[in-house]
C-alpha cells in the first residue's frame, strides 16, 4: 500500500491538467491541481483510521508468511508507517 506524497500529487494534476486540449490556461491548471489536493486531503489525510486498518492487515499476513530477510524488513516499513499514521491521527 503506496501512498502518493503532495509533490506527487501536485506534478500529476498539473500534467494532466496541461495534456487536456490546446494548453489550458494557468487557471485551468491551478484549479485541477486544487481539486486533486483536495480529494488527497480527504481520502489520505483525513482518514488514518482506514489506513491504519489496512496496514494491520498486511502487516497480519507478512507475520503468517515465512520468516526471511525481506519479510522482516516489510514488517518494519510496515509497523513505522502504522507508528506515522498514529501519530498524525492524533495531530487531527
Avoid at 503532495?6 to 485541477?32: F, N, Q, T
Amino acid at each position: 500500500m503506496q501512498e502518493e506524497t503532495v509533490e506527487e500529487i501536485i506534478k500529476m494534476a498539473w500534467a494532466r491538467a496541461s495534456s487536456h486540449g490546446e494548453g489550458p490556461s494557468l487557471m485551468d491548471k491551478v484549479s485541477k491541481v486544487h481539486v486533486e489536493l483536495h480529494r488527497w486531503d480527504k481520502e489520505v489525510l483525513k482518514r488514518p483510521s482506514m489506513r491504519i486498518k489496512a496496514l494491520e492487515k498486511d502487516l497480519e499476513q507478512l507475520r503468517r508468511g515465512p520468516m526471511n530477510e525481506n519479510n522482516i524488513v516489510a514488517q518494519k516499513k510496515v509497523m513505522i508507517r502504522i507508528e506515522l499514521l498514529l501519530e498524525q491521527e492524533e495531530i487531527h
